[in-house]
């Protein structure tokens, strides 16, 4: 079976003045893959991401993200792609339906299948109470599924997740997970940055950055073979400390 | 001591290290005051006015020959009757009408007074008052001139509504204006934006949970304003006198005691402020619709109370920036005392104490 | 130098932040408030260190009422808040010199206290704390909570958003601090760092689940814990999720947890019910609980 590649990196590189923020990093990730990109902080995870999503031009290297290059089809790229952070994810001040109709509507997608979306959304997510209150009212776990299912309205190839579950309770924190998997099971390709070791053996694949390299890049089992971990936590603690 | 010290040192830091707010402290003076003494300037040039003079006698023919010779004024036409004041105003071109009244020299020499009429197009404000202004003053040379050769006074007696500014220039109206606007974005704004500014980091947090009491907080942060908000009152004096001529005729400490408490009225109510603001960005938006506009606008800065429908009179009376435009007026273009402006000195005075205690009483030991 | 938090409730509207609370730690203890966020723990914080007034309820800290004594209280504690409150624009060294002159201190005093922490930062300390990296901020917040060598520290999620490395390292330092007698109260969402303190309060919606050291918490576990894995994960959980007799499934790193609702279970029942459903490399183990399997567990409830 030959398997689709759709984020191709190689040699990718980030200058600031004299400082190497992400320094010659190459790697592949297939169709359908749950990619995890951890890092220390400051490793340089954020940066390699901003320019994958398009948001930022990078000093030297290629790459391919959904088909599209990164230098010069950033327009592409954002609209293959869904994205959502931690630090930002749905508009409080909007209710549930406001801001699935706001993103709907950025993506291009018509009202008939915004109004489609919406009510399968509300439907699978248990909302059907909450959907016109104000985002701001709900638990943050409720806001980062939603925030989640929202950044798959447009059926994007890619999903970049960054932190996705920072300081969601335990229970949702799987939930969340749940819609992960599910989504990788329907072919998006998920991309997630996570500081949740055990969240990490959730992944496909892992990748660390260190100093901004990517110094480990495989199965989270074949990780914990490789350095004589048990767990992932370990796995990356012996990484960074080296 | 050495908190306080520290405190304050803390703050001279984050102003420094700010450009933006470095810039709001130091340009803005320099540039208001550029901007309104050159460019926004009232001073008027070759306006067309008519004359009606009903007694064509030496003194009116003097005066009218002054008002004629002077790079101001183009005299268009002469009018016979009163009917015809409207007439002219409504082809457009005139601006003003004189009117001397019948038999001026002789009421000049035997009453020793005379009375002349400006009659101004008011549909421009600002243009009509600056013309009577103008021609007022060219009216009170004429009397000096006349009065230096005789024992007693001649008055001639103008009958139009502005009254100061004799020196023709409009850049010493907006001095005491633009003083004032400075001090009050200065002291009330950045300090309800620096105060707010730690509600929004979570350090107002730290301080809250240290020995420090909030009276040391307040006073600590307000401290460095009241030292910047005097070195750019005293800017913008000296820019005035040096760059623009302007005379400072009563005392200048007077005009320096009256600011710092115009500073003060400032602080406290930027520290009010601050205390009903959660960000920055609430603080910032009250002091500029809050405290700006009613200094622009209902202070006398601009447009002239005297001449505001009477509910905005009295609102202007709330305005603290009204008070101080005029003590500063007085102090610097007429050259009174305190014993002139003792009461306007009061009125700004109690509006402090109520704002302090007003600070004070919304201020909390706690969060919410 | 103990807190005691007695019957402690606050609400915001309608929202109960805190539901009757009450908690004892005593001197010198590391003691955790594990819940994720919204729980109420930073309204917990806020009410010790005097800056919210509770609704029902006392507290004390160090012995000094939190509402009658706040003043002596604000002397005694150091706090740090949640997002590490710093300002940005003065540098490493002007920070920490700030909050010791406030405290009416000084670096060189206290020296001692903050060595260990410090010297990580040192290379650092002419660049602005807002150009630092999360880790450098945790330690720079914990010097200038330390800097007054207080007797009660309160830290709010010090670790939140710090990666794992960093996150070892700050509780590493908390050990020492606590070897120095400090009595120390920190929030985390966390639960792996949990079974670091001394005793631990799990917290979720304003209430308290259990109180104990996270060796009895797991130990109270009620169920037997298999692990359970097959080359397909999601499979595996929507499966899983179907068994009739399931009690709980809550993916766990690599394998699922599962509790099964019947007293006497029969592993090699689910490996044919699993087997059945086309699931392969089947591994099923017997596991210990941890505190996030017994924190999920009682706020299922």
Same mark, same amino acid.
């Given at each position: 079976?030959?398997?689709?590649?759709?984020?191709?990196?190689?040699?990718?590189?980030?200058?600031?003045?004299?400082?190497?923020?992400?320094?010659?990093?190459?790697?592949?990730?297939?169709?359908?893959?749950?990619?995890?990109?951890?890092?220390?902080?400051?490793?340089?995870?954020?940066?390699?991401?901003?320019?994958?999503?398009?948001?930022?031009?990078?000093?030297?290297?290629?790459?391919?993200?959904?088909?599209?290059?990164?230098?010069?089809?950033?327009?592409?790229?954002?609209?293959?792609?869904?994205?959502?952070?931690?630090?930002?994810?749905?508009?409080?001040?909007?209710?549930?339906?406001?801001?699935?109709?706001?993103?709907?509507?950025?993506?291009?997608?018509?009202?008939?299948?915004?109004?489609?979306?919406?009510?399968?959304?509300?439907?699978?997510?248990?909302?059907?109470?909450?959907?016109?209150?104000?985002?701001?009212?709900?638990?943050?776990?409720?806001?980062?599924?939603?925030?989640?299912?929202?950044?798959?309205?447009?059926?994007?190839?890619?999903?970049?997740?960054?932190?996705?579950?920072?300081?969601?309770?335990?229970?949702?924190?799987?939930?969340?997970?749940?819609?992960?998997?599910?989504?990788?099971?329907?072919?998006?390709?998920?991309?997630?940055?996570?500081?949740?070791?055990?969240?990490?053996?959730?992944?496909?694949?892992?990748?660390?950055?260190?100093?901004?390299?990517?110094?480990?890049?495989?199965?989270?089992?074949?990780?914990?073979?490789?350095?004589?971990?048990?767990?992932?936590?370990?796995?990356?603690?012996?990484?960074?400390?080296? | 001591?050495?908190?306080?010290?520290?405190?304050?040192?803390?703050?001279?830091?984050?102003?420094?290290?700010?450009?933006?707010?470095?810039?709001?402290?130091?340009?803005?003076?320099?540039?208001?005051?550029?901007?309104?003494?050159?460019?926004?300037?009232?001073?008027?040039?070759?306006?067309?006015?008519?004359?009606?003079?009903?007694?064509?006698?030496?003194?009116?023919?003097?005066?009218?020959?002054?008002?004629?010779?002077?790079?101001?004024?183009?005299?268009?036409?002469?009018?016979?009757?009163?009917?015809?004041?409207?007439?002219?105003?409504?082809?457009?071109?005139?601006?003003?009408?004189?009117?001397?009244?019948?038999?001026?020299?002789?009421?000049?020499?035997?009453?020793?007074?005379?009375?002349?009429?400006?009659?101004?197009?008011?549909?421009?404000?600002?243009?009509?008052?600056?013309?009577?202004?103008?021609?007022?003053?060219?009216?009170?040379?004429?009397?000096?001139?006349?009065?230096?050769?005789?024992?007693?006074?001649?008055?001639?007696? !103008?009958?139009?509504?502005?009254?100061?500014?004799?020196?023709?220039?409009?850049?010493?109206?907006?001095?005491?204006?633009?003083?004032?606007?400075?001090?009050?974005?200065?002291?009330?704004?950045?300090?309800?934006?620096?105060?707010?500014?730690?509600?929004?980091?979570?350090?107002?947090?730290?301080?809250?949970?240290?020995?420090?009491?909030?009276?040391?907080?307040?006073?600590?942060?307000?401290? !460095?304003?009241?030292?910047?908000?005097?070195?750019?009152?005293?800017?913008?004096?000296?820019?005035?006198?040096?760059?623009?001529?302007?005379?400072?005729?009563?005392?200048?400490?007077?005009?320096?005691?009256?600011?710092?408490?115009?500073?003060?009225?400032?602080?406290?109510?930027?520290?009010?402020?601050?205390?009903?603001?959660?960000?920055?960005?609430?603080?910032?938006?009250?002091?500029?619709?809050?405290?700006?506009?009613?200094?622009?606008?209902?202070?006398?800065?601009?447009? !002239?109370?005297?001449?505001?429908?009477?509910?905005?009179?009295?609102?202007?009376?709330?305005? !603290?920036?009204?008070?101080?435009?005029?003590?500063?007026?007085?102090?610097?273009?007429?050259?009174?005392?305190?014993?002139?402006?003792?009461?306007?000195?009061?009125?700004?005075?109690?509006?402090?104490?109520?704002?302090?205690?007003?600070?004070?009483?919304?201020?909390?030991?706690?969060?919410? | 130098?103990?807190?005691?938090?007695?019957?402690?409730?606050?609400?915001?509207?309608?929202?109960?932040?805190?539901?009757?609370?009450?908690?004892?730690?005593?001197?010198?203890?590391?003691?955790?408030?594990?819940?994720?966020?919204?729980?109420?723990?930073?309204?917990?914080?806020?009410?010790?260190?005097?800056?919210?007034?509770?609704?029902?309820?006392?507290?004390?800290?160090?012995?000094?009422?939190?509402?009658?004594?706040?003043?002596?209280?604000?002397?005694?504690?150091?706090?740090?808040?949640?997002?590490?409150?710093?300002?940005?624009?003065?540098?490493?060294?002007?920070?920490?010199?700030?909050?010791?002159?406030?405290?009416?201190?000084?670096?060189?005093?206290?020296?001692?206290?903050?060595?260990?922490?410090?010297?990580?930062?040192?290379?650092?300390?002419?660049?602005?704390?807002?150009?630092?990296?999360?880790?450098?901020?945790?330690?720079?917040?914990?010097?200038?909570?330390?800097?007054?060598?207080?007797?009660?520290?309160?830290?709010?999620?010090?670790?939140?958003?710090?990666?794992?490395?960093?996150?070892?390292?700050?509780?590493?330092?908390?050990?020492?601090?606590?070897?120095?007698?400090?009595?120390?109260?920190?929030?985390?969402?966390?639960?792996?760092?949990?079974?670091?303190?001394?005793?631990?309060?799990?917290?979720?919606?304003?209430?308290?689940?259990?109180?104990?050291?996270?060796?009895?918490?797991?130990?109270?576990?009620?169920?037997?814990?298999?692990?359970?894995?097959?080359?397909?994960?999601?499979?595996?959980?929507?499966?899983?999720?179907?068994?009739?007799?399931?009690?709980?499934?809550?993916?766990?790193?690599?394998?699922?947890?599962?509790?099964?609702?019947?007293?006497?279970?029969?592993?090699?029942?689910?490996?044919?019910?699993?087997?059945?459903?086309?699931?392969?490399?089947?591994?099923?183990?017997?596991?210990?609980?941890?505190?996030?399997?017994?924190?999920?567990?009682?706020?299922?409830?």
């Amino acid at each position: 079976m030959k398997e689709e590649t759709v984020i191709k990196v190689e040699g990718l590189t980030k200058v600031f003045g004299d400082f190497t923020a992400v320094n010659k990093i190459s790697f592949h990730v297939r169709k359908g893959e749950i990619f995890g990109f951890l890092g220390a902080n400051g490793a340089g995870k954020t940066t390699a991401m901003k320019m994958l999503i398009g948001i930022s031009s990078p000093s030297s290297g290629s790459a391919n993200v959904a088909g599209f290059d990164v230098y010069t089809q950033t327009e592409d790229i954002k609209k293959s792609i869904g994205y959502m952070s931690q630090k930002f994810a749905l508009y409080d001040d909007l209710t549930v339906k406001e801001n699935i109709r706001f993103f709907g509507g950025i993506y291009g997608l018509s009202k008939n299948r915004i109004s489609q979306k919406s009510n399968l959304l509300i439907e699978e997510l248990g909302l059907e109470k909450v959907a016109h209150s104000l985002v701001g009212s709900l638990p943050l776990g409720w806001k980062q599924k939603i925030a989640f299912s929202v950044s798959l309205l447009h059926d994007p190839k890619i999903v970049f997740l960054d932190e996705p579950t920072g300081g969601v309770d335990p229970i949702t924190r799987r939930q969340f997970w749940e819609m992960i998997y599910k989504a990788a099971n329907n072919g998006t390709t998920i991309f997630v940055t996570t500081h949740y070791m055990d969240e990490a053996e959730y992944c496909d694949r892992v990748s660390i950055m260190v100093d901004g390299n990517i110094e480990a890049l495989d199965t989270p089992k074949n990780l914990k073979t490789h350095f004589g971990s048990d767990s992932m936590n370990d796995v990356f603690l012996k990484l960074a400390r080296s | 001591m050495k908190r306080f010290i520290g405190f304050v040192q803390k703050e001279f830091y984050h102003i420094f290290r700010d450009r933006r707010s470095l810039f709001i402290l130091f340009g803005m003076p320099v540039a208001q005051i550029m901007l309104f003494g050159f460019a926004i300037t009232n001073e008027i040039n070759n306006v067309d006015i008519a004359i009606l003079d009903r007694s064509q006698d030496a003194s009116t023919k003097e005066i009218i020959s002054k008002i004629s010779s002077s790079e101001y004024f183009s005299i268009l036409q002469h009018i016979k009757e009163e009917a015809e004041i409207e007439e002219v105003f409504k082809k457009g071109r005139v601006k003003a009408v004189l009117y001397f009244e019948k038999e001026f020299s002789k009421k000049l020499i035997k009453q020793h007074t005379a009375k002349v009429q400006i009659v101004t197009d008011a549909t421009d404000p600002n243009v009509a008052n600056t013309i009577s202004n103008y021609i007022n003053s060219i009216l009170s040379h004429y009397q000096e001139e006349q009065n230096r050769a005789i024992t007693q006074d001649y008055q001639i007696i !103008p009958q139009s509504r502005m009254v100061y500014n004799a020196e023709l220039k409009s850049v010493y109206m907006f001095v005491p204006g633009v003083m004032t606007v400075i001090l009050m974005l200065v002291s009330a704004m950045m300090t309800s934006i620096s105060i707010t500014r730690e509600k929004e980091l979570g350090t107002m947090e730290i301080l809250l949970v240290s020995p420090l009491n909030p009276v040391q907080v307040i006073i600590g942060k307000v401290f !460095p304003y009241i030292f910047l908000s005097i070195i750019n009152a005293a800017a913008i004096v000296i820019l005035s006198i040096f760059v623009f001529h302007v005379p400072v005729k009563g005392s200048l400490f007077l005009l320096g005691l009256e600011s710092v408490l115009f500073i003060v009225t400032s602080l406290a109510l930027g520290i009010l402020i601050s205390t009903i603001s959660a960000t920055q960005q609430t603080a910032m938006m009250i002091s500029l619709m809050g405290l700006m506009l009613p200094v622009i606008l209902l202070s006398g800065f601009i447009f !002239p109370i005297s001449s505001m429908p009477v509910p905005l009179q009295v609102i202007s009376n709330i305005v !603290p920036a009204k008070w101080f435009i005029i003590i500063v007026k007085g102090i610097m273009l007429k050259g009174v005392g305190i014993h002139i402006v003792w009461k306007e000195t009061l009125v700004l005075l109690g509006m402090t104490l109520l704002f302090i205690g007003l600070s004070v009483r919304k201020y909390k030991i706690r969060l919410e | 130098m103990s807190i005691h938090i007695d019957h402690i409730s606050k609400s915001y509207g309608k929202v109960n932040a805190l539901d009757d609370i009450s908690i004892q730690v005593d001197p010198g203890e590391l003691f955790g408030l594990i819940g994720p966020d919204g729980a109420g723990k930073t309204t917990l914080f806020r009410i010790l260190t005097t800056l919210l007034l509770p609704d029902h309820g006392s507290a004390s800290v160090a012995g000094y009422d939190i509402i009658a004594d706040f003043k002596a209280i604000r002397k005694q504690v150091g706090y740090m808040p949640g997002r590490f409150s710093l300002y940005q624009d003065l540098t490493v060294e002007e920070n920490l010199r700030f909050f010791a002159t406030i405290f009416g201190t000084t670096i060189a005093e206290n020296y001692d206290l903050i060595r260990d922490i410090y010297v990580q930062i040192e290379p650092f300390k002419n660049r602005r704390a807002g150009k630092l990296s999360g880790g450098m901020k945790q330690k720079l917040a914990l010097s200038c909570a330390l800097i007054h060598k207080p007797k009660v520290l309160f830290l709010d999620e010090p670790t939140t958003g710090v990666d794992p490395v960093s996150r070892k390292e700050f509780w590493e330092m908390l050990k020492r601090l606590q070897a120095k007698g400090i009595t120390i109260l920190v929030s985390t969402p966390y639960m792996d760092e949990a079974a670091l303190c001394d005793r631990i309060a799990l917290i979720q919606d304003g209430r308290i689940l259990e109180i104990d050291t996270p060796k009895a918490i797991v130990e109270h576990y009620p169920k037997p814990i298999f692990d359970v894995g097959a080359h397909n994960t999601y499979l595996l959980i929507e499966k899983l999720n179907a068994y009739v007799h399931k009690h709980s499934v809550f993916p766990f790193g690599e394998y699922i947890h599962y509790t099964d609702q019947r007293d006497g279970f029969d592993p090699l029942e689910l490996r044919a019910y699993l087997k059945n459903e086309g699931l392969q490399n089947i591994h099923i183990e017997r596991t210990k609980a941890t505190i996030e399997d017994t924190f999920m567990e009682l706020a299922k409830q």
